[in-house]
């Protein structure tokens, strides 16, 4: 059984939640996310409350599908009504990033400069090497913050690189002077 699929998603006041076939469409103060959700697992909307019941019980599958669609849900419901942030830290001498119109420029220490194309919803601020992310889809805030950390992981020695802003680098020591 699915500890998450249980759960019901409360829908805020401002918010509205439409279920048309398989498409679930999910209207609030930032924005729209539209999402389908084919599948075992049965979207219900009761007024304010949003409830999931699989059409078999007992299968492993089906149960994760369950969780997995609760928590999709829930995201889209908090993102059109908060929004999603994350925050990346370019350490590094010589390390820059802008933002120019809808590209993400960087310099990180490669013989070329990378340009990035920064996916429709999303708001990237670059100010020195402080980079946040924001939007209302939880899945494109993070697979852009995580393809750009990609580009130039932090290393060991000296922690240049992109990190988050919450995530501790375990360093090691490096060479000793004899």
């Known amino acids: 059984m699915s500890r998450i699929g249980k759960q019901t998603v409360i829908v805020p006041l401002n918010t509205e939640v439409n279920l048309s076939g398989t498409t679930l469409t999910v209207k609030g103060p930032k924005g729209t996310l539209v999402r389908n959700f084919p599948g075992p697992v049965t979207i219900n909307i009761n007024g304010s409350e949003i409830t999931f019941t699989p059409n078999k019980e007992g299968d492993r599958s089906i149960n994760s599908l369950w969780g997995t669609y609760a928590s999709h849900v829930k995201n889209m419901v908090i993102g059109v009504n908060e929004g999603y942030t994350k925050k990346?830290?370019?350490?590094?001498?010589?390390?820059?990033?802008?933002?120019?119109?809808?590209?993400?420029?960087?310099?990180?220490g490669f013989s070329h400069p990378v340009k990035v194309q920064i996916p429709?919803?999303?708001?990237?601020?670059?100010?020195?090497?402080?980079?946040?992310?924001?939007?209302?889809?939880?899945?494109?805030?993070?697979?852009?913050?995580?393809?750009?950390?990609?580009?130039?992981?932090?290393?060991?020695?000296?922690?240049?690189?992109?990190?988050?802003?919450?995530?501790?680098?375990?360093?090691?020591?490096?060479?000793?002077?004899?």
Not at 101 to 106: A, I
Request: charged residues 30%; proline residues 2%; positive net charge.
């Open 88 to 108: 990346l830290i370019l350490e590094g001498v010589g390390f820059k990033s802008e933002v120019a119109g809808n590209m993400f420029n960087l310099a990180l």
């Open 120 to 178: 429709a919803g999303l708001t990237v601020t670059a100010e020195k090497n402080n980079i946040t992310v924001s939007g209302i889809d939880k899945e494109l805030v993070g697979s852009f913050t995580a393809s750009v950390r990609a580009m130039k992981k932090p290393e060991p020695y000296k922690g240049k690189g992109f990190r988050y802003s919450d995530e501790v680098i375990r360093r090691k020591q490096g060479k000793k002077a004899a």
